[in-house]
């Protein structure tokens, strides 16, 4: 059964001084149900899809049952939650183990709403069905974006209810990343631990995701600027497609680069950088334009925790840190140019080109443009009635765009397909996302799959997407999105 299943799972985890996990297992559920199984993702990471579609495997997704050999753990962690330092850890979640896949990669399998573990401080360790599942649809959304993500391989209903505002059905998301090491690992590691156990958990660290600096001069600040590298890509790329994380604390930050935890997330409708969808973010810590920023706090909190390893003198060691900071800052303003001169249709650099976005944006906020469809129209050169388009300022605009795009050696058409290439057509629209929850809530799952299909190639540009470009009918009520999942 095994064999024919493909699991071949590892726990180089383990090999951390145990401060860092805790051996737990998934809590046993009344009735799993499997609700969606991502087959392409199965078939890469070496397991067999018909075969995790048996009793026996949606038994081991729903926790119930556990692979023979496996050694499920929840990992310690702590974080700063909205600015402020909490011990966290796996509180709803376990590593059932890291796939070792054909490509010779490694990827944790976790199950998330798995039941109380010794982190769950108050909470009852679950998770429901409609969060679980907007999560596959984001992730895998973001994914087919070409961004750096977690995965989602499975999403199997329990059968059982959880209490939150209401009684909710309960369910479990079996989640691929390249690990779940977050800045809140280290800075674990810095508050609760000794310097032995801090330098056991960055040497794990290169091994895993930089083993390029394995054994050169000062490791600890290189890997800080890799990181540090990572989200200046990352976040670039959130900010070209539009995407609100929504809760960027440093917990919800991983080492490897990849988006983690998709809870209040949503992607922004009309451009405006103060758009924030959580409930709980009043303040906009982590509105749209903000990201960036954020994303340089949490790496200062990441560089805090490595000081004493990057060097024994502190101020020295603080000195070589804050340059790591600025270069990431000054990275991400790179990425980002370079990303939006794609979506411009633009190959080579001028030094006017920021100004050219810049006023851009400009007309987008004040106009109301909606993020994704500006870039669809300026791809097309098809600008129907919005009052943008129709501005005197988006005419001089043009003129000057267009002069600029005979700036470069390529031709008209290549530069169309440039544009097609970095402006996806389509995107998880809330109201989208949110009629396929509310069909599945009702036992319809064609809605969901319909639009997980249209969603698995953005940069499609064809008719079945078209549908997907809409807005929504009405936008005057404020989308809003939760935490509580
Ligand atoms: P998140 O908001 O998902 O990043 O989670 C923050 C922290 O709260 C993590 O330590 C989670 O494990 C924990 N947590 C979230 N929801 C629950 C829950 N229902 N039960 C126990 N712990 C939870
Ligand atoms: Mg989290």
Same mark, same amino acid.
């Given at each position: ?13 383990? *090999?951390l ?14 009735s ?17 899809p ?9 038994s081991?997704?729903?926790?119930n049952d ?19 330092p ?29 039941? =109380? ?8 360790? *679950?998770?429901?069905?409609g ?14 974006l070409?961004?750096?993500?977690? *995965? ?43 310097k032995?156990?801090?330098k ?7 091994? =895993?995701?930089?083993p ?10 290189l890997?800080?600027?890799? @990181?540090?590298m ?10 070209? @497609? ?7 604390n ?16 949503a ?14 973010? =009043?303040q906009g ?11 340089g ?7 805090e ?12 060691? @603080? ?12 990275q ?47 791809t ?34 290549d ?6 290439d ?11 996302v949110?009629e ?10 064609? @809605?969901?799959?319909?639009l ?34």
């Open positions: 059964m095994l064999k024919e299943t493909g699991w071949n799972l590892d726990y180089s985890y383990t *090999r001084p145990e401060t860092f996990y805790t051996r737990t297992n998934p809590t046993p559920v009344q799993p149900k499997l609700i969606k199984l991502n087959e392409s993702l199965a078939t890469s990471l070496g397991l067999n018909e075969s995790l579609k048996s009793e026996d495997m949606v081991v997704f729903a926790g556990i692979p023979k050999g496996a050694s499920p753990l929840a990992q310690a962690y702590a974080g700063h939650q909205f600015g402020h909490n011990m966290l850890g796996d509180g709803r979640a376990v590593l059932l183990g890291e796939q070792l896949a054909p490509n010779d990669e490694r990827f944790d399998i976790q199950l998330k709403g798995s039941g =109380r573990t010794p982190y769950s401080r108050g909470g009852d360790g *679950r998770a429901a069905l969060p679980m599942l907007r999560e596959y649809i984001i992730s895998e959304a973001m994914h087919a070409r961004i750096p993500t977690t *995965r989602s391989l499975a999403v199997v209903s329990t059968g059982e209810l959880i209490q939150r505002e209401t009684a909710l059905p309960g369910a479990i998301l079996t989640r691929v990343a390249a690990s779940h090491l977050r800045v809140g690992t280290f800075e674990y590691a810095a508050r609760y631990t000794e032995e156990e801090l056991a958990l960055a040497d794990y660290t290169i091994k =895993r995701h930089y390029h600096i394995e054994g050169v001069e000062k490791p600890y600040l890997l800080l600027k890799e @990181v540090a990572r989200q200046a890509k990352l976040i670039s790329q959130w900010q070209l @497609v539009g995407f609100i994380h929504g809760v960027m440093t917990d919800n930050m991983t080492i490897s680069g990849e988006t983690i935890d998709y809870g209040p997330c992607f922004m409708n009309e451009y405006d950088p103060s758009t924030v969808f959580s409930s709980i973010d =009043r810590r982590y509105a749209y334009g903000n990201q960036p920023n954020i994303g706090w949490n790496l200062a909190r990441f560089a925790t490595l000081l004493p390893l990057i060097h024994d003198n502190q101020d020295e060691a @603080v000195k070589m840190a804050q340059d790591e900071i600025t270069n990431y800052i000054n991400y303003q790179r990425n980002w140019i370079e990303g939006m001169r794609a979506k411009l249709g633009i190959f080579n650099a001028e030094e006017e080109d920021k100004s050219l976005v810049e006023d851009l944006l400009n007309m987008m906020q004040k106009h109301r443009g909606d993020f994704t469809n500006t870039f669809r129209s300026l097309y050169e098809e600008y129907g009635e919005h009052a943008l388009f129709n501005s005197t300022e988006f005419s001089e605009w043009s003129d000057k765009w267009k002069a600029r795009r005979k700036r470069q050696n390529q031709s008209n058409d530069s169309q397909q440039l544009m097609k970095s402006n996806p057509a389509v995107i998880p629209r809330n109201h989208r949110e396929a929850l509310e069909a599945a809530g009702k036992g319809d799952y064609t @809605v969901l799959e319909r997980v299909q249209v969603l698995s190639n953005p940069f499609d540009h064809d008719n079945i997407q078209e549908e997907y470009c809409k807005l929504p009918e009405s936008t005057n009520i404020p989308y809003q999105t939760f935490c509580g999942t």
